[in-house]
């Protein structure tokens, strides 16, 4: 009876990683960097496909503009001040507004209009 309960349990946790990713995968193919940063970082010059200056970091009180940078092709983000980083937009949204990875998928669809 233990096993079947283990069992049911790592099940529901696998089909749970495949949701979540499956969803992961949909916003990061629906929302594009570019729009997404010019949404959330106003006064960024996002000009070129790759790394752009950030502006400010929004992770901590900067006042020079220049440490923090902006992937447009990935969603990638790194501050070099204050360490802040990571892989893609669902990071950041993460990392900016303190969510957990599903509620940060459940922010970016319903800030964006994504049905999932």
Known sequence: MM??????????????AIKQKLNADYIKQSLSPRDFYGHELPGAKLKRPGW??????PFHSDNRPGSFRVNLTTGAFNCFACGAAGGDVIAFVMALYGLQFVEALAK?????????
């Open 52 to 57: 752009n200056d950030g502006g400010l970091c």
């Open 108 to 116: 970016l669809a319903d800030d964006w209009g994504l049905v999932w």
């Open 3 to 16: 096993k079947n309960n283990r069992q049911a349990a790592r099940l529901s946790q696998t089909k749970a």
